[in-house]
């Protein structure tokens, strides 16, 4: 496990520039640091981990991991 990808990059770049400069009108960002993307990549596949680690071994369905 590790360093398979989850997210599809492109999507959260668009995003991220979206959001931008929705909140920030006088700033027009387009480029977004590739670390950035890495950096969230990251952090949802450990809440997904930590989620499951605390999720009950039962059935077969997985459930909602807060």
């Known amino acids: ?3 398979r990808k989850i997210l599809n990059r492109q999507n959260i ?3 991220i520039l979206d959001t931008a400069n929705h909140l920030h009108p006088t700033w027009y960002a387009t ?3 590739p670390e950035l993307i890495d950096a969230i990549e990251y952090k949802v ?3 997904i981990r ?3 680690k605390n999720h009950p071994p039962s059935g ?3 459930h ?3």
């Open 1 to 3: 496990m590790g360093a």
């Open 13 to 15: 770049r668009a995003f």
């Open 31 to 33: 480029r977004v640091e």
């Open 45 to 47: 596949q450990e809440m």
């Open 50 to 52: 930590k989620g499951l």
């Open 60 to 62: 077969k369905t997985v």
């Open 64 to 66: 909602s991991l807060y």
